[in-house]
């Protein structure tokens, strides 16, 4: 079947996008948080005379650690990582002294993070076009950030609730991506077809592969790294999210 006869059969009904990197830049103001973050910690702890790029270092560690490797969403957890930090460089502090100290500097990591988002150029257009043209439901799929509240917070402060028809953590499935399971549950609560649905990505591994095994029409949205590779999985590329409304209009 050639690419043209493809694209003629099927009739896009569902998009579901994934969130960070692929809506908006998350990383660098992940990164700003990291460092805002260690610096709250040398300074608590200043009798210890840390460094705090040593602090960054072991927070980033610990990071990668649990990213894309854990699949339960409470793995995700900040304060989790705080507290792992904090054991890691032998601090004197335990027990529930440390649960309140982790929780607090969760809360704020994600307050001086959210502010610090910024939207993709495109976005807003994207999903405003999406949803006035009403051809489409929309969805999101993204891991938790330890639990379902935060998560949902950040897409509500980030103005973009409004546009999903479906909002899934993976606190919902319990399992984080790449598991399977969170696209069988956006197939199940949305009742679409599966030839029928698209996956939005910028993490091909993590946000397509398996949505291709069930069988979504896969999008690798590189704004966040551009690069020059190209994956078998992955039906369609963009460079940047606006680019999906032309690929749409080839569809429909
Ligand atoms: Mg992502």
Redesign the pocket.
Known sequence: MGLFDFMKKKCIRLICF?????LYD?SSAEAEAEVHIAGIIKEKFSKDKLDQEVILRIFNEIKHHHMHHDLEPEKFSRSLWIREVIEHLGLKMTGKILDNYSKTLERKYWDFLTPKIQLFPDTLYTLNSLKISSRYKIACITDSDGAKEIKIDRIRALGLDKYFDFIITTDDTKKNKPSVENWEYLLKMSGQKVQECMMV???PE??LLNAKKLGFVTVWSKE?IPTTIHIKYVDYEITGIGQLIGLLKRYN
Not at 18 to 22: E, W, Y
């Open positions: 994934d969130l960070d990197n692929t998350y990505g910028d993490h993590v946000d966040h």
